[in-house]
């Protein structure tokens, strides 16, 4: 069975300065998505919709900083040994 390439990675942090909330591909400085809730971006998927076709690995930190969930798009390239 052949390996699957790397999914590209992202983090979902608060914007304190603006407020709200941002998606953004590590190594990158500048936000792909902004949403004003955090309720917002994990609902109806449209944090899969951020990350786009190719997919990703998205973690999602919590209003203090610390890590609260990770999730990968789509659900069929998350790793077989990962919980959830």
Known sequence: M???PNLPKFTVTKNDKR???ELTKDGNERATKHWDTKTELTKGGA???AVGKG??????QKGDGKYQEERTYPRSRD?????G
């Open 79 to 83: 790793p077989k040994g990962s919980p």
């Open 47 to 49: 944090l899969a919709d």
């Open 19 to 21: 407020g709200g909330w």
């Open 55 to 60: 997919g990703g690995s998205v973690k999602i």
């Open 2 to 4: 052949a390996k699957q």
